[in-house]
């Protein structure tokens, strides 16, 4: 796993070299801004803490670990953000690791703001996504390769294995967004016959889904 670790901040650095600082700096001609968490988020980032309260810590996660389990698609995500990891503010830069179950699947999903970069760890993957009109691009991934998928568009990776797999990507954005499309359909009270009118579903398979993802109606 330590040239996997190795890799992995290969690239991230790569991958943050490319986005220019926006943000003006408070710290003299230091080109960075760590987020002052007791301030509202706006699309430029949070405020300067003031230099004084700055410390280490500011640029240190250290709980880039198995993480929070998210049901029922068996997969545990673990995301480091401007909210964990407020040395990231105004950076354009985000990180995640997610691991993967057997069978289990980081179902449809896109992020708005963000362009992604998906590092294979460990375990074997499916991935791909779609875009108009009707391109799909799916691919067998293994540990060493790299995905990426660009911002706005719908991607899926499924565990094509038969051990938990592990992978890490990051994000052009230092706090990325996750839409689920079974969350924005079944997850909310929208009528069952307006769901089912606008997707062709059964009544039954979205009552079922619906059930499944706390949603109601």
Do not use: W
């Amino acid at each position: 796993m330590k040239m996997n670790a190795i890799i992995l901040l290969l690239f991230i650095a790569l991958f943050s070299s490319s986005y220019t600082f926006q943000l003006v700096s408070c710290y003299g001609d230091s080109d960075f801004c760590v987020a002052n968490l007791l301030t509202p988020y706006t699309s430029s980032g949070y405020e300067c803490k003031p230099p004084k309260d700055v410390t280490v810590d500011d640029f240190v996660f250290s709980g880039f670990v198995s993480g929070k389990p998210i049901d029922p698609f068996n997969i545990r995500l673990t995301v480091a953000s401007v909210n964990n990891l407020p040395g990231l503010n105004g950076l354009d830069i985000s990180a995640a690791r997610v691991d993967v179950g057997v069978n289990g699947t980081i179902a449809m999903h896109f992020h708005p703001h963000a362009s992604e970069l998906f590092i294979m760890v460990q375990g074997q993957l499916k991935a791909g996504f779609v875009t108009p009109p009707n391109l799909v691009f799916v691919k067998d991934i293994k540990p060493g390769d790299v995905m990426v998928f660009p911002e706005g568009v719908v991607h899926f990776v499924v565990n094509s294995g038969d051990t938990v797999a592990v992978a890490f990507a990051t994000y052009t954005t230092s706090n990325p967004s996750f839409h689920f499309l079974d969350h924005l359909l079944f997850a909310n009270d929208l009528p069952t016959s307006i769901i089912s009118q606008s997707t062709f579903l059964d009544f039954s398979q979205i009552i079922k889904l619906k059930a499944l993802f706390g949603g109601s109606g």
